[in-house]
Nanobody, 121 residues
Framework: QVQLVESGGGLVQAGESLRLSCAASGSIFSINRMGWYRQAPGKQRDLVASITDVGRIDYADSVKGRFTISRDNAKNTVSLQMNSLKPEDTGVYYC???????????????WGQGTQVTVSS
């Protein structure tokens, strides 16, 4: 199976920075897109940033100019540098990969366990 392991996260004050990292391993045949989603308490899980295997990047409007996503295709890792953090950035951040498990016939979504980011005002 494909596994995603996240690291980073924690408690910071507004204006500070954090870096999240995620490594994919296991029965990976290919990964097309990797990214990060955020889920605040009582809200749905929303896309924060994503990057494809050819480098196409998308950001949520709320994080443009503050967050930077990067990826190492050879290592199947993705990172999210978060600067100028705001209290509204608080939530559980989930690593996501869209690709193919070689044991399965079609592409699918894979998720990490989530890491908490809390930004105090």
């Amino acid at each position: 199976q494909v596994q995603l392991v996240e690291s980073g996260g924690g408690l910071v004050q507004a204006g500070e920075s954090l870096r999240l990292s995620c490594a994919a391993s296991g029965s990976i045949f290919s990964i097309n897109r990797m990214g990060w989603y955020r889920q605040a308490p009582g809200k749905q899980r929303d896309l924060v940033a994503s990057i494809t295997d050819v480098g196409r990047i998308d950001y949520a409007d709320s994080v443009k100019g503050r967050f930077t996503i990067s990826r190492d295709n050879a290592k199947n890792t993705v990172s999210l540098q978060m600067n100028s953090l705001k209290p509204e950035d608080t939530g559980v951040y989930y690593c996501n990969a869209y690709g193919r498990d070689w044991r399965l016939p079609t592409n699918g979504n894979f998720w990490g366990q989530g890491t908490q980011v809390t930004v105090s005002s």
